[in-house]
Antibody
């Protein structure tokens, strides 16, 4: 079964750091770009970051640029999002999703609360 | 950044009726070299991650009922749900994937009257 299993959310103080992980199974992880998106409580979806299959080409939303780092470990079929200098407005459910443009496969989401 | 604006913010439709959701982008999403519109539609039910309904503005995903249809080009797009069913209650989002950041509309909430 194709799935993305997320972990790493939780409560963190402003200015703190957190790392999210997303483990892929059921497909060839190394062949797919991967994306992080987020959704603040009661608000719309927001695209956060994208990493290509080469692991070196990355893109970020302006709101997280310089604070968040996306990475991948193809040997572990795992996508990461390292979040530094967290702010109150980073509070959201964070989703990982397969592919770079449109997303047919999503993780269930993990809640990050900055307070 | 490309701004995506949906209308209405919410709509209430009777079972079996038609629902129409509009999405407007601040710049054209039509890519001349392949004549494709870089526009997707997602459905998000309460407590769930989004589900991809449509890409290239009008290509329905596998498993999506044919009562869902997408249309439009360049800057103006429409998601139509004909014969609305109870299970269609959700928030619907359009998203452009022409240029990063791949921005979403603010969402349209569909309720049953």
């Amino acid at each position: 079964e194709v799935q993305l299993l997320q972990s790493g959310g939780g409560l963190v103080q402003p200015g703190g750091s957190l790392r999210l992980a997303c483990v892929a199974s059921g497909f060839t992880f190394s062949s797919h770009a991967m994306t992080w998106l987020r959704q603040p409580p009661g608000k719309p979806l927001e695209w956060v970051s994208l990493i290509y299959t080469d692991g070196a080409t990355t893109f970020y939303a302006d709101s997280v640029k310089g604070r968040f780092t996306i990475s991948r470990d193809d040997s572990k079929n795992t996508l990461y999002l390292h979040m530094d200098r967290l702010r109150d407005d980073d509070t959201a459910v964070y989703y990982c999703a397969r592919d770079g443009m449109v997303h047919t496969i999503w993780g269930l989401g993990t809640l990050v609360t900055v307070s | 950044d490309i701004v995506m604006t949906q209308s209405p913010d919410s709509l209430s439709v009777s079972l079996g009726e038609r629902a129409t959701i509009n999405c407007k982008s601040s710049q054209s999403l039509l890519y001349g070299s392949n004549n494709k519109n870089y526009l997707a539609w997602y459905q998000q039910k309460a407590g769930q991650p989004p589900r991809l309904l449509m890409h290239w503005a009008s290509t329905r995903e596998s498993g999506v009922p044919d009562r869902f249809s997408g249309s439009g080009s360049e800057t103006d797009f429409t998601l139509t749900i004909s014969n609305v069913q109870a299970e269609d209650v959700a928030v619907y989002y359009c998203q452009q994937y022409d240029n990063t950041p791949y921005t979403f509309g603010q969402g349209t909430r569909l309720e049953i009257k």
